[in-house]
């Protein structure tokens, strides 16, 4: 069965700290992997997405398929990164049809 | 483009009533989800719609749980009758190719 693990509840860190949310996952057949991110009072939004290996707001992922993880790092967190972050794993070929972790709440002191 | 639309945004009802829960997808979009959040299990996956027809619905928790989508542009989930252990917030998103969109999700409470 698949799972996606993310093991802390709240994150904080000071403004200009490094930052990394972890995310572990099970699944038997070939990952997709996102993080979605909930500011406060808006909805949930696609932050980034491993297949495109890209860097969005300073964050970057990789999917690191020998520890089954997709950290989610930022060398230089900024308050406005404060947010509720959600790891989710494809199931199947549907995209919509995602598994989340439990989130982290990241809150970057100033 | 508003987005996906939900409505109510908050929900406060008896225990035995029933709720219904609205979303309009954004228009062309032709998959539809709606999901579940609570404190105890996070955000679920409850049932999706492809063009119109549900396809998995295996998230439903129970019978008095039902989701309709009568048209591409709007799509229901209704509670019958309603439980405390039903308050969350209900997500609905919609998604075309490469990318889903959330709803701002209504919030339910049953007291």
């Known amino acids: 069965a698949q799972r996606v693990t993310q093991p802390e509840k709240l994150l904080s860190v000071f403004k200009g700290a490094p930052v990394e949310l972890k995310c572990n996952y099970s699944?038997?057949?070939?990952?997709?992997l996102f993080w979605y991110v909930q500011y406060s009072r808006q909805r949930l939004q696609l932050l980034l997405r491993?297949?495109s290996r890209e860097s969005i707001k300073g964050f970057t992922a990789d999917l690191n398929k020998g520890e089954t993880s997709f950290h989610l790092k930022k060398p230089f967190a900024q308050e406005e990164d404060s947010a509720m972050y959600y790891c989710a794993l494809k199931r199947g070929s549907t995209l919509g049809r995602l598994y989340f972790g439990r989130g982290t709440q990241l809150t970057v002191w100033p | 483009d508003a987005g996906v639309i939900q409505s109510p945004r908050h929900e406060v009802t008896e225990m035995g009533q029933e709720v219904t829960l609205r979303c309009k997808p954004i228009?062309?979009?032709?998959?539809l989800f709606w999901y579940r959040q609570t404190m105890m299990r996070g955000l679920e996956l409850l049932i999706y719609f492809n063009n119109n027809v549900p396809i998995d619905d295996s998230g439903m928790p129970e019978d008095r749980f039902s989701a309709k989508m009568p048209n591409a542009s709007f799509s229901t989930l209704k509670i019958q009758p309603s439980e405390p252990r039903d308050s969350a917030v209900y997500f609905c998103a919609s998604s075309f190719l490469q990318e889903v969109f959330f709803g701002q999700g209504t919030r339910l409470t049953v007291v």
């Open positions: 699944y038997s057949g070939s990952p997709e």
């Open positions: 491993h297949i």
């Open positions: 228009s062309g979009h032709d998959y």
